[in-house]
């Protein structure tokens, strides 16, 4: 499966951004998915998951709430609403996909390229 992240860009505190996922390939919709983020100075971090049905959904515990993962089927997308973003929110987000993982680990086999997210006072 290929994975292409887009939605990425500079907002204000305290405002929202929508990043989306397209997956291609041979049976792209039975994928497990996520998304993950690193910071400069920081390991690599779980954000959120969602099975391939679309019944599970996992969140990293500084969330609270602030972000939703979803998955259209029939766009083979899934993407991440982020609302209330704060400063400690910038990082390249990645989007990741996994055949039988999913959780709010970094067991996902396959990666696409980040997209920038910078959050600004």
């Known amino acids: 499966v290929q994975l292409q992240a887009s939605g990425g860009g500079t907002v204000q505190t305290g405002g929202s951004l929508r990043l989306s996922c397209l997956a291609s390939g041979r049976d792209a919709s039975a994928y497990n998915m996520a998304w993950l983020r690193h910071s400069p100075g920081k390991e690599r971090e779980f954000v959120a998951a969602?099975?391939?049905?679309?019944?599970?959904?996992y969140y990293g515990d500084f969330i609270k709430g602030r972000f939703n993962i979803s998955r259209d089927f029939a766009k083979n997308t899934i993407y991440l609403q982020m609302n209330s973003l704060k400063l400690e929110d910038t990082a390249v987000y990645y989007c990741a996909a996994d055949r039988t993982y999913v959780g709010d680990g970094q067991l996902y086999q396959y990666w696409g390229q980040g997209t920038q997210v910078t959050v600004s006072s």
């Open positions: 969602i099975s391939w049905s679309g019944y599970s959904t």
